[in-house]
């Protein structure tokens, strides 16, 4: 049981980006000049590797993180077989309404490559798919492609991404030619310019920067340069004394400074035309860490709740983070993880200490999209799957028994909105609870509520696209056949102020009776704070095996809904006294008592209803700018911004969810069908008085 590859030479990296901008057409290219895939993908054409499920494949997006293993020698080290590198590669979506998928692929990533449009620049989802990067502090590098479509800017594109995203990112490179005219690529550091040859460009041949280029590449070299110099003290010097610096310094400066996130190198090129993605990889090796240059993975120890780390060596006990879990029709449920610490030997056993159960490892796989290759071991720095486990879900971590530890978990976002959803035979309905289960499994931002019993269910989901992938997978994959109702938007209730009431339940009859009686405080907490129950009882006023099934009580109460039936959220119960009978006490007795004096006492503390706010970003040709405006106002919407770009009108916005469906069409007509959207859930607001009465008053009907 030996590694292949030394840890050194791992790279384990996402592609992440707005929809459309070339993220599965780049990481198509790059499978196919890494030898995993010899033809091309093409989106269009429904051939794409990483894009296999049939939804993906039909409607030309990606829906679910594919994970893939290729190998890479740097083109200048071409023929040294020494230099090899295995790099794991994630293809994430790039709609809205699968950011689960790009949230919990960069929580396990080392490092990313941002691709952006050429025309476009920075787009909505660009913005949002950076953020999330830096919640989880991953290094990376940035990939402007599609310089061959009509409007391609690089440096349009290059200024978009530091005024709007970072003014750390250094362009490494500079296009010969744009649109049509698109022909190699100069690399700054080398000033070398760069052909792509042969075969779908797979030749990468080496050439003189073109005279008519070369005063336009030093000036952009010396702004690159500066950069890089101004990272480290003895470069600085150097630079500022006029002396001449080796390109495998700066390099290894450059390389550094990626690491800590305190520079980002921009690339270029054109995935669909077959230039620029070799450079991409080599700046992966070049620039984008191993395992081996991060910080050791913090988590918390079982037996003494103290932080501890566990460094990526694989002499260190095993720790490994589930990422992903996903049906196959083959070989049932796959766990997607990924390998922090120590090794890992097929039928061994594992702990998990989020559920405390021990799972046995029966088969390994590394995963090539929907393929599978079975090994018997795994190492530090490995993303594998494996398949069999029973009570293990996204976020969960696996160890040693030995050294019990829980890593950070992935938080993901609710729900905001819902469809009523009923099976169309007493076959379906066997069949829906089993499916809705296992998709419910897999996604953790897809929720299922209601009695599978009575066919009444409601899914929710991130969106509506989300929810119609969701019915159309229980068809395909499951055989479900459903009715679904309108889509709905996912209210909450919450409350204003502070307010005590007193809760009890009493019955008597015949033999044991049933006491239980409560005191509550409740207090509204800040938005998205959730729920916290304290416990004040003093001087056994309540016994203590009764304090639980309050909590319950008061739990179960707040997710029936008290003003029109959505959730209460974000609010602290204080139970702070109460009464018990030593013989007809009960937990049920305590959980009704609970409920009730929660419910009274959310009632006094003035409850009010709460909505998703959407941030909308129209684009529009600027002859339909009063008209679109005046839309989104008679929606609620509040104009935040507007700007200008290129002949196009851009009108930011936050705007109720409730407002907003069927806004494709509309859009449609009020531009001569030219105008195209993105919105992108914002935070839970107040719904207004009146509205909110008209939302009571429908439900209740």
Not at 121 to 139: C, I, L, M
Not at 560 to 573: E, F, T
Not at 597 to 620: F, H
Request: aromatic share 8%; hydrophobic share 40%; proline share 4%.
């Amino acid at each position: 049981m030996s590694r292949l590859y030394p840890i050194e030479k791992y790279r384990n990296i996402g592609i992440i980006a707005h929809i459309d901008a070339g993220k599965t057409t780049t990481t198509e290219r790059i499978l196919f000049y890494t030898g995993v895939s010899h033809k091309l993908g093409d989106i269009d054409e429904g051939t794409t590797v990483m894009d296999w499920m049939a939804q993906e494949r039909e409607r030309g997006i990606t829906i679910t993180s594919a994970a893939i293993t290729c190998f890479w020698i740097r083109t200048r080290d071409v023929g040294n077989k020494e230099k090899e590198h295995r790099i794991n590669i994630i293809d994430t979506p790039g709609h809205i309404d699968f950011t689960a998928e790009v949230q919990r692929s960069l929580r396990v990533l080392d490092g990313a490559v941002v691709v952006f449009d050429g025309v476009a620049g920075v787009e909505p989802q660009s913005e949002t798919v950076w953020r999330q990067a830096d919640k989880f502090g991953v290094p990376r590098i940035c990939f402007i492609n599609k310089l061959d479509r009509t409007g391609a800017s690089f440096e349009k594109a290059f200024h978009s991404i530091q005024s709007k995203l970072t003014p750390n990112a250094v362009a490494l490179q500079f296009p010969i030619g744009e649109e049509d005219a698109f022909s190699s690529i100069i690399d700054l550091l080398a000033m070398k310019a760069y052909t792509f040859e042969g075969e779908l460009g797979s030749q990468v041949k080496e050439a003189e920067i073109p005279v008519s280029m070369l005063a336009k590449a030093k000036e952009w070299r010396q702004k690159l340069v500066e950069k890089i110099a101004g990272e480290d003290q003895g470069l600085l010097e150097a630079y500022i004394a006029g002396s001449e610096i080796s390109t495998e310094k700066l390099r290894a400066v450059l390389r550094k400074a990626t690491l800590n996130n305190t520079l980002i190198p921009v690339f270029t090129g054109s995935s669909l035309k077959n230039k620029g993605v070799q450079l991409v990889l080599d700046g992966v090796l070049d620039y984008l860490p191993s395992p081996a240059d991060l910080p050791s993975v913090k988590g918390i120890d079982v037996k003494t709740s103290q932080e501890i780390t566990r460094s990526p060596k694989d002499e260190e006990h095993f720790s490994a983070l589930a990422f992903k879990i996903a049906s196959d029709p083959y070989v049932g449920t796959l766990t997607y993880f990924r390998v922090y610490s120590g090794s890992l030997q097929k039928g061994s056993y594992v702990l998990n200490t989020i559920s405390g159960e021990t799972e046995r490892i029966s088969r390994i796989f590394r995963m090539h999209a929907n393929d599978r290759e079975e090994v018997d071991d795994l190492f530090a720095g490995d993303i594998a799957a494996t398949v069999g486990l029973k009570d293990t879900s996204t976020g969960h971590t696996l160890c040693d028994s030995a050294a019990p530890i829980i890593l950070e978990q992935i938080s993901f976002p609710d729900p905001v909105i819902s469809i009523r959803i009923e099976p169309k035979t007493k076959a379906d309905q066997e069949k829906m609870g089993l499916a809705l289960k296992r998709l419910s499994d897999e996604d953790p931002t897809f929720h299922v509520k209601g009695n599978l019993e009575t066919g009444d269910t409601l899914i929710a989901g991130m969106g509506e696209l989300h929810l119609e992938i969701i019915v159309d997978r229980m068809k395909r994959e499951f055989g479900v056949q459903a009715n679904v109702g309108r889509p709905q938007v996912a209210y909450k209730e919450t409350i204003k102020k502070e307010a005590t009431a007193e809760g009890k339940y009493v019955r008597q009859s015949g033999g044991k009776g049933q006491y239980g009686h409560v005191f509550l405080k409740v207090q509204p907490k800040a938005r998205g704070e959730g729920f916290e129950f304290v416990d004040e009882i003093k001087g056994g006023a309540i016994p203590k095996e009764f304090i639980s099934p309050v909590e319950k009580g008061i739990k179960e109460a707040m997710d029936k809904g008290i003003l029109a039936g959505y959730p209460l959220v974000d609010l602290q119960a204080t139970l702070f006294d109460g009464s018990f009978h030593e013989v007809d006490s009960s937990e049920f007795a305590f959980k009704i008592a609970a409920s009730m004096a929660l419910q009274d006492a959310a009632k006094r503390a003035g409850l009010v209803l709460l909505e998703p706010v959407m941030s909308l970003e129209v684009m529009i040709p600027a002859d339909f700018l009063g008209d679109v405006i005046g839309d989104i106002s008679s929606k609620r919407g509040r104009i935040e911004e507007t700007e200008d770009k290129v002949n196009l009108k851009i009108i930011k916005a936050k705007i109720p969810l409730a407002e907003m469906f069927g806004y494709a069409t509309t859009l449609r007509s009020l531009t001569e069908g030219r105008g195209t959207f993105t919105m992108e859930f914002d935070a839970y607001e107040e719904v207004p008085g009146n509205v909110s009465q008209e939302i009571i008053e429908g439900k209740r009907r």
